[in-house]
């Protein structure tokens, strides 16, 4: 479970996040929806303690990223939205250094490699080395780095950004699978559709706070004409108003 | 995570990663034997162009029209020339000197039969320099025996030679005999301090900054590993390839030398294999406070090209102290050994010049040198902790 309590982020005199608070439960897929430039990504930074905020709380598993931070990055895999890759290294041997860098040995390495590579589609491109992969394939890769450790809390930072139709709907399916694995998702992403589809509780954030939280039921309701997209733009167009008044 | 496990981790990869990359092995392997390559060829050249001189050097002195001096000839056989035949007609003479198949052609006209005063002349070609070299040589002796015959003349009129010669000069010297060699080897302190520097450059890069450019260090850094760890993991790595360039280019100086100086007497022989050791030992400490260096810089800065720049100018520094010590050694104090590659420096060359080692010096130098690199290393692990060195501005 995460729960963030009114996160404060500031870059010099930019306000990334400001105040941002959503509590994301196991078994079920948060999504964070924004404007690009919302503060998604640098949340997502904080939580998994590669920056540090200026005020407020993080807590994964009851544990306070601020106080211990490799005690959350063990509970936590990370889908970064650079997905980045060695590409001298093949797949494999990134599953292999990132299990060992999450502290697993040999016998739990081959089972979680064996299991990741069988369930990503991997097997076609496991010993080749990811220079000149596919961005699916590249995502694959980044995926498994992910996942090696067998997190209870995921965070995926636009994960489908780019793909294809078929790619988007492995990763679809994989979030729903992880979702009935009791595991608790976290995804940010611009696109309304894939949040409505994929998401049980739904934060609108816009200039750095939330501005807006539900189901997409809820939403819908709010909304008053069942449209999401119209409410995401209200939603945020407001906060817009709001900070220039 | 233990610190040893983590580093033995990041070793692993980084290895495994930079061994793969062609460009950097390269850089990595063949860079480290250029410049012993250089200086090897650069004393075989002189050697064999007999362009270092001596007065004991033997040589092949083509003579047209030998028997017209025989008193000269016999001196110039005496003093390590073997007389040979040359063409006598003169467009042939010019032609065998233009061509280098003669270095040059010492002709005595028929007018120096019976007389001790004539005039010779020695054809050569001022733009080779294995002529001029060869040359100067027979000049030298020709001068001598000149000096020698005016004072025979001289005493046989009745008067005192010291009229021809005044004052009479005699060197006693009580050092080694050096010679143009030995230029070559004070050399080798330099460019190994170079080397030490400029190694694992590019490795550095790749490493540090080039990690945020690829996009790989936000998964890397959410790992549960802190970033001392893994500043040290990348650190160590960065060392070890840097020991295998200064072994390589240490090995590649031993062999260069002693081939190029091999067949010759006259050089000062290159040093021993104990000195290279020495050497090798002597730079480790300042092998971990380069390492040091370069994760700083490299992350100080924005990009890889930016690290590029900073980096590649790093090797420039060490390198002036070096070249003015080749000329004007300094003497190493305690002071001036615990200051970082000046006090390797100055115990690199007393190496190189055959002097016992000075183990006041090693002490101050290794305590200097490390504690240097220890601040160093903690203010890349500062600059590792920054937000921008995720951000990457």
Redesign the interface.
Known sequence: MIIVKDLEKHFGKVDAVKGFSFRAEDGKVTGIVGHNGAGKTTTFRCLAGLLKPDSGTILVDEWDVAKARIEVQNRIGVLPDAKGLYPRLTAREHIRYFAKLYGLDDEEIEAREQILIERLGMSGFADRRTKGFSRGQRLKVALAQALVHNPQNIIFDEPTNGLDITGVHSVHELILELKDLGNCILISSHIISEISKLCDHIVIMAEGKDVMCGTAEELKEKSGHGNLETLFLQATAASNLKVVG | ?KTFE?IK?IFW?ES??HL??RRSLVLSFVFPLLAPLMVGLLLYFINTNNIQGSEDFEMDGPVAGAENAPALMTYLTEHGITLTPAPVVREFQESAVKSGALPFILVIPETAVGTNIYRLEIITDRASPKSMAAAATVMRHITIYNRMESMRMVEEAGFDPGIITPITVTESNVGKTLNTAFLFYNMIPSLLTFMIFMGAVYLTIDMSVGERE?????????????RANLLLGKSVTALFFTSIIVFINLTAFYIALWWATSSVDNFTPPPSLLVFAQLFLFSVPLMIFAVALQMTIAFMTKSAKEAQIYLGLLPIVPLLPGLIMVFNPVEPTSAVSSIPIYGQLALFIDLISGKDTNWVGVFYSVVGTLSAAMIVFYLASRLFER?RT??GS
């Open positions: 995570m983590s981790i990869k495994l990663d793969r990359d690829r996009g790989s260090l936000e998964s890397l850094l959410a790992t549960p590993i802190s937000e995720v951000l």
